[in-house]
């Protein structure tokens, strides 16, 4: 839906060649990587990134998969309004991401001061979107899910990321589980071709980048013609981009278990440069619950997956999503979740009580579970995740590994990088340029990241 509402608090100068632009970016690494993909559209017209919201253009770019995200939007963009009157009006207030998705016109009535509400798909229009709501001097709204695909119109990307860089290569999501917005704010699954993400990692590569994580609401979804004529999956796109000699490390993230096929898992013997640490969410360990949220496989299926990786790569690492107090959950499929916790161990999750979101199946179901019980369990389940994570941290002292660097540390005289398992190292040496892959041994574990050393003569070198 494209539409225009008069926007009279709208006074967007015209006339400036170069703007200053700020985008705030909530939610996933999709949504990180999609505020770059506005800003690359938008430097050709003369914006500029800035750090501070008192810019001449200002973009939420939004997440809506639980509650409070739309609470969030509302109150920064009502503290958004102050500096806005304060430039005299001179500010174009735009939303996009998936709350500008699903609520569209909604935004402008709750806060008409905003120009522009941009839905995930149309951000390769928004030089357009801009002229228009500056000719029309009138709200806009582009929500449209258009028949082309979002990955053929998006420019190239001109920036480089650093030494670690995203490429989104997949988009939306055909498997409705019954909790998620994500079927209807991002749509259905796309692939982008493989040309393209070959090419784009060719680029981030040029500038700086070592280490590749490939981005997909499910990434291992993912297929598409392959450089050869045949169909590929996402296990041999890897293969192809490990033949790129300036990539050190490749990841992909966020994985379904449906989609985990003996070719992705096979590839972990093989594929040296595909990192032993791998995101999959399971939500929860009870099989009525599974069912429940459609997510179509069992405990035991996902039990299975873990064993075979562990097999195909002993040192490889889980981190995973929970969602506790989904409607039906009864103690026993919350003792079910904790045992297969403790079974698995993870290196790190991420957990939260079930959020209720209107137009998805689960929101009406009727065995909603009271919040104080379901935070309760959650609290339980957090205390066992931390505890698996600080073991996991401790068990990395005394290893060496290689660690690819990205920059400074926080304090002076120190370098920072990632280890295979993304934890954050840290080293008391500032010599170590960034993008360099060196092996570390690790003398010390914080709750949230480790610290090492690395020999002189390794720096020398
Ligand atoms: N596609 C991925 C998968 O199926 O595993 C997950 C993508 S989703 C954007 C990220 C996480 O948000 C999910 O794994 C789930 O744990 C959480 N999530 C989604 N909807 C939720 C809801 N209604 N309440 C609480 N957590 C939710
Ligand atoms: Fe949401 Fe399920 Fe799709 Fe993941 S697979 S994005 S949780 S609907």
């Known amino acids: 839906m494209t539409e225009t509402t008069a926007s009279p608090a709208l006074t967007h100068h015209a006339d400036t060649v170069l703007r200053t632009l700020h985008i705030v970016t909530w939610g996933c690494q999709m949504n990180a990587y999609d505020s770059l993909r506005m800003a690359d559209v ?3 017209i003369g914006y500029r990134e800035v750090a501070t919201d008192d810019a001449d253009m200002v973009i939420f770019n939004t997440c809506h998969i639980r509650e409070r995200a739309a609470d969030k939007l509302f109150s920064a963009l009502g503290r958004l309004r102050a500096v806005k009157e304060a430039r005299g009006g001179r500010m174009m207030i735009a939303v996009a991401g998936c709350v500008a998705q699903a609520e569209g016109a909604e935004i ?41 695909q979002k990955f053929d119109f998006l420019p ?8 670690i860089a995203n490429i989104a290569i997949q988009e939306g999501c055909d498997k409705f589980c019954t909790f998620c917005v994500v079927p209807y704010t991002r749509g259905a699954e796309q692939s982008r071709p493989t040309a393209a993400i070959i090419a784009e990692a ?49 990841r992909y993230t966020t994985s379904h278990p449906r989609d985990m096929g003996a070719d992705l898992i096979a590839a972990y013997r093989h594929n040296e440069k595909l990192m032993p640490f791998l995101h999959l969410p399971v939500q929860s360990g009870s099989d009525t619950i ?3 949220m459609n997510r179509r496989h069992t405990a035991a299926q996902f039990r299975r997956i873990i064993d075979d ?25 919350f003792a079910a979740t904790m045992a297969l916790v403790r079974e698995t161990g993870f290196a790190l999750a991420y957990s939260f009580t079930y959020s209720r979101r209107p137009g998805t199946p689960a929101a009406d179901a009727a065995a909603q579970i009271a919040p104080e019980v379901a935070h309760a369990r959650l609290l339980e389940l957090q205390e066992v995740l931390r505890e698996q994570q600080h073991a996991f941290n ?24 990632r280890s295979p ?13 960034p993008g360099t892959i060196m092996p570390v041994t690790i003398t010390a574990a914080n709750p949230n990241s480790l610290m090492g050393t690395i020999k002189q003569e390794q720096i020398a070198a």
């Open 202 to 250: 060719k680029r981030l590569v040029a500038h700086g980048a070592r280490e590749i994580a490939l981005l997909g609401q499910n990434v291992n979804a993912w297929h598409g013609e392959g450089l050869d004529g045949r169909d590929w999956s996402l296990a041999r796109l890897l293969d192809a981009l490990a033949e790129i000699p300036e990539i050190g490390r490749l």
């Open 290 to 292: 599974l069912a429940a």
């Open 42 to 44: 938008l430097r050709p």
């Open 108 to 148: 402008l009535r709750r806060a008409p001061y905003v120009d522009l509400v941009v839905g995930s798909q149309a951000y390769h229009k928004l030089p357009e979107l801009i002229a228009a709501v500056e000719a029309k001097r009138a709200s806009v709204i582009d929500t449209d899910f258009p028949a082309e």
């Open 421 to 433: 398992y993304l934890q954050p190292v840290v080293v008391a040496d500032a010599g170590v340029a």
């Open 309 to 333: 990786l562990r097999s195909a790569r002993p040192d490889i690492a889980f981190s995973s999503d929970f969602i506790i107090g989904f409607p039906g959950e009864t103690d026993a499929d």
């Open 156 to 163: 190239e990307a001109q920036s480089g990321q650093g030494a």
């Open 394 to 417: 401790r068990a990395q002292v005394g290893r060496r590994f290689e660690v690819l660097f990205t920059g400074p540390g926080r304090h002076p005289g120190q370098t920072a990088g």
